[in-house]
DNA sequence: CATATAATGTTAGCATTGTCAACATTATAT
DNA sequence: ATATAATGTTGACAATGCTAACATTATATG
């Protein structure tokens, strides 16, 4: 498929392979480790290619930040609409796999939902995050069928999804960043914060 | 008191002088936006004057950051420890106050309690966040206090300070990252914040 | 098919920034 | 009084993002 010559002139697909390993390296170095030097050379072009694609490095953050959330997407789509499952069954699974994203890709999980660019998300691509928008709107959608079934009062839904949200990011957001010390109670954490909030949004 | 001389030789307390002009640069521009050579342009002294007091740029951010958990301490310990008041009324004044804090000095509280110097805070400095492990004990007093009066369950004090400050720590972040976009109800998403940690602390 | 034009890639070089080395000046101690 | 330590300065270097000028390949249009 792919000719693999001994590197032509033209790389063929220079945008994603600049997308996909700007990634793949924030996600193993963190933002502030990546250089476009250090990106072109891997990729096996000279440092300046970048700019055929991208206007600068930011823009090609902004780049990688919008498939970062197009992989979030993809990761827990399934699990809040899996109707199988129960409401209750579903928050549950939804919390850990975002804890589990966050512990298992700490870069990205502060590249999306960090500071960074946030200005700059709004202005340059339009497109307004919609994925993370999305994920607000599935769980509000969540609240509200536990809402129907009981388990959770009946009050304004984005004031609840805003509070569930900060909860596990707020505990996501503790131990990438290394303040919870205590890192064998972990899971108790966890746990206690699902009863905790399970209890609260009754 | 201080000599206005036109720039003697010697500043004289360059030391401090560094690490309050770089602490007041940090919370008004941020972290990545302050420069050795720019933050010695506004003290007068040549670009490697820093040097003869850290021993490099991320030394001095140290220090800021030792300064700034100082500053946090002297602001919130008065709050915990006022006998003359509820608990539930210190619980909420000081959910308050680090929640105005976050907001109105965003750039130190993502200093102060995100990921960069992580390790080195502990290996360098070894004063181990004192003023961070004090608050978190400060919570755990306040959450005991509160198990005694029956108003919180009698369960592992650690875990519930931890889900009480991933709670708050996580509502400061979102807004101060802008990931809260229906800012008008913030108070409101605080309130109900409140009235769920509460209630689930029970 | 031929060639003009757009797309894509390269090299040279500049400005900014953190850092070091060598040197200059002032304070302190003996 | 002067040797030594403390503190400050200048010059230079390497890394990095970026621009300009040029080179090569693809695409389109006659």
Redesign the interface.
């Known amino acids: 498929m792919k000719e693999k010559k001994t590197s032509p002139y033209h790389h063929g697909n220079l945008k994603e392979a600049l997308l996909k390993t700007a990634l793949e390296m924030i996600d193993r170095e963190g933002l502030d480790a990546i250089t476009l030097r250090d990106l072109t050379q891997r990729l096996g072009t000279s440092r300046t290619a970048v700019y055929r694609h991208f206007a600068s490095k930011e823009v090609l953050i902004l780049g990688v930040i919008e498939k970062g959330y197009e992989q979030l997407d993809l990761l827990f789509t399934p699990i809040f609409q899996d109707r199988t499952r129960s409401v209750a069954e579903r928050f549950e699974t939804m919390g850990r796999a975002y804890l589990d994203f966050a512990v298992e890709h700490?870069n990205l999980y502060?590249l999306l939902?960090?500071?960074k660019f946030?200005?700059e998300r709004e202005e340059i691509c339009d497109y307004k995050n919609e994925t993370?928008a999305n994920g607000l709107y599935a769980l509000i959608g969540l609240l509200l069928e536990a809402q129907e079934e009981g388990i959770v009062a009946r009050?304004?839904p984005?004031?609840?999804a805003?509070?569930v949200?900060?909860?596990?990011?707020?505990?996501a957001?503790?131990l990438?960043?290394?303040?919870?010390l205590?890192s064998d109670?972990i899971e108790?954490?966890y746990e206690?914060?699902q009863?905790?909030?399970l209890?609260?949004?009754?």
Chains 1, 2 share one sequence.
């Open positions: 700490p502060r939902f960090g500071e946030r200005r993370q009050e304004n984005m004031v609840q805003a509070t949200w900060a909860s596990i990011h707020g505990l957001s503790l990438i960043d290394g303040h919870l205590m109670n108790a954490i206690y914060s009863g905790m909030l209890k609260g949004l009754r």
